[in-house]
């Protein structure tokens, strides 16, 4: 069952198909359980190497963790400091791979100054760090994708960088590492999956898992939409659930569990005229690093890195965070940053393998994998620029108990949907502006969010004129990526779309609350909503705004995790 769509039919045929592993013969080799860029990435990885595989997800693709990163694709940095050379190499091989083969269309090259403070000692050894960072990307085994570092002057770095204080820095060394739309390639990845014959369905969550004596053999799941639930029965079932490992494991086994720990960090997003720079910035913190990331018409700014043990779906930002945030940024600006220039904020936790260190910035960043019982593997910790090495090492530890033999990994040769033609697509893009009667601009956006498919929302547009229309409040965004969300890339509720296949939560200053009606009304024929629905979705999503915000005022994490919690997911049908 092959498809180049997560639409609402492909949602029901892969449905049935789960339901029917409980068939004789019908077992799946494989089952997935998370649906972040780890389960994604497993359920291509296994797919492509010929196996029968499920994917479920109990809220949205990319809903957790996978969807509220730094939007970095990169070696890291500060692991260098840490020796860590093995990571950083793996990370910088993968950051090449993604830039140039796997997503050229949703992996971008993205600058960054690293400001330097101190004069005679600072710049050499920042510099060979750097340096030692290009070298190993060189080394990687792939082209870097890159260009290579370059020392400025402290006047060449205020020309790159006008709103840097003038005593901010002596100068500077720009470096470049990769950016992505985080949620859209989870999505784009979990499209691909489905059409080399996945069975992927969102909103379909896992309440026990089906046990012969000692082994795995499936899971029983409940489908969040309807409330029904059924069993499907796998060979081998991949938990991939991130900041809920702990969780899910405790549904099979108290014995040899993986521990991880969520550490929760927040970002602002201001709008690209509060700073004025051709590049991003990382500055260093008493704590970490803090990141200023050019993203579009906005700048990204983070992160915290706190411990979290209130509840992991909906991670709350509070004030104080978000005071910690602007404080450190206006430490190097000529004009600080106000309460009132942040357009969004948003919060996620990273699953990090517990340790003995109360410092959750001092956890690993590696992952491990393990087969706790027979029939369950369980990975955790690591990054989200290196899911794919993850991915195929939970699939090999799968596969070796599995009766066949499996082929190799391939995924390192295996495009996402969009990839291919990308560049192409790219050259003609004034061309296809004018067949279609777009500006360029709206071409290059469609690109650069859809690769080679953006003929696909273009055709939307072409049938009627009126999906054109950017959405009120985000001029970014047409109403035709609306549609298109709905019918091919598995988008169920507003805040799916909202939140996720767009960005509108986090890049306009309401938040989405003008857009969502609009919203509605482009999904509901698609989905089957009547009025009453559709005025229950509109509701939903902006008691969620409003208690987002309510949350973002409260001084601590536990009052801001009880104002966040006064709206829960939307309710089955």
Known sequence: MATDALSPEYREEALHRLRSTAEPGGQLDVLIVGGGVVGAGAALDAVTRGL?????????????????????????????????????????????????RIAPHLVKPVPFLYPLTKRFVERPYVGAGIFLYDTLGMTSGNSRGVPMQKHLSKRSTLRAAPSLKDDAMIGSIRYYDGQVDDARYVANMVRTAAHYGASAVNRLSVVDFLREGERVVGARVRDQETGEEFDIAASQVVNATGVWTDETQAMVTDRGQLKVRASKGIHLVVPRDRIQSTVGM??????????????????????????????????????ADIDYLLE????????????????????????????????????????????????????????????????????????????????????????????????????????????????????????????????????????DASLGEPLPGADDYLGAEVVYATTHEGARHIEDVLARRTRISIESWDRGVSAAPVVAKLMAPILGWDDSRAEEEVRHYLARVEAERLSQEQPDDVSADAARLAVQDIAPR
Request: hydrophobic share 40%; with cysteine; net charge neutral.
């Open 52 to 100: 029968k595989v499920g994917m479920v997800e109990a809220r949205d693709w990319a809903s957790g963790t996978s969807s509220r990163s730094s939007k970095l694709i990169h070696g890291g940095l500060r692991y260098l400091e840490m020796l860590d050379f093995a990571l950083v190499q793996e990370a910088l091989k993968e950051r090449g791979l993604l830039l140039q």
């Open 282 to 319: 990382i500055l260093r913190t008493e704590k970490s690093v803090l990141f200023v990331i050019p993203w579009g018409r906005h700048w990204i700014i983070g992160t915290t890195d706190t411990d979290w043990n209130l509840d992991k779906s909906h991670p709350a930002a509070t004030s």
């Open 328 to 463: 450190h940024v206006n430490r190097v600006l000529k004009r600080p940053l106000t309460r009132e220039d942040v357009e969004g904020v948003y919060a996620g936790l990273r699953p990090l393998l517990a340790g003995e260190n109360d410092s959750t910035a001092k956890l690993s960043r590696e992952h491990v994998v393990a087969h706790p019982v027979p029939g369950l593997v369980v990975v955790a910790g690591g990054k989200w620029t290196t899911y794919r090495v993850m991915a195929k090492d939970a699939v090999d530890e799968a596969a070796r108990a599995l009766d066949e033999k499996v082929p190799e990994s391939c995924t390192q040769t295996i495009p996402l949907l969009g990839a291919v033609g990308y560049k192409a697509a790219w050259n003609r893009r004034h061309r296809t502006a004018d067949e279609y009667g777009i500006h360029v601009v709206r071409v290059e956006h469609l690109l650069n969010r859809y690769g080679s498919l953006a003929g696909e929302v273009l055709d939307l547009i072409a049938a």
